[in-house]
């Protein structure tokens, strides 16, 4: 079992910035990893992956304004989110696929709250 701990979210200013961190509980090198968002009303979406290899990536909505990355040595995946506009407002959840495999996300975070006020 992995775990996924977010952290980073919170309320910030259109035009603002926020980073965003998830910590997994085991090795993340063998693993693609995600950042997807839920907004209230609306169906999860996929915000910016990474893969093992380094290969990013990303919603057309949040290109040129969000950078995923990832640390393999502290098991980290971080999501820089630049010029926040109000539709990013959303629970931003972390998620994690199994070692060596390509059939999608298969650990989830619990989620962090991002508010983009206008």
């Known amino acids: 079992q992995v775990q996924l701990v977010e952290s980073g979210g919170g309320l910030v200013q259109a035009g603002g910035s926020l980073r965003l961190s998830c910590t997994a509980s085991?090795?993340?090198?063998?693993?693609?990893m995600g950042w997807y968002r839920q907004a209230p009303g609306k169906q999860r979406e996929l915000v910016a992956t990474v893969t093992s290899g380094g290969s990013t990536n990303y919603a057309d909505s949040v290109k040129g304004r969000f950078t995923v990355s990832s640390d393999n040595a502290r098991n980290t995946v971080t999501l820089e989110m630049n010029s926040l506009k109000p539709e990013d407002t959303a629970v931003y959840y972390c998620?994690?696929?199994?070692?060596?495999?390509?059939?999608?996300?298969?650990?989830w975070g619990k989620g962090t709250l991002v508010t983009v006020s206008s």
């Open positions: 085991t090795s993340i090198s063998s693993r693609a």
């Open positions: 998620a994690a696929s199994r070692p060596f495999r390509n059939d999608g996300m298969f650990y």
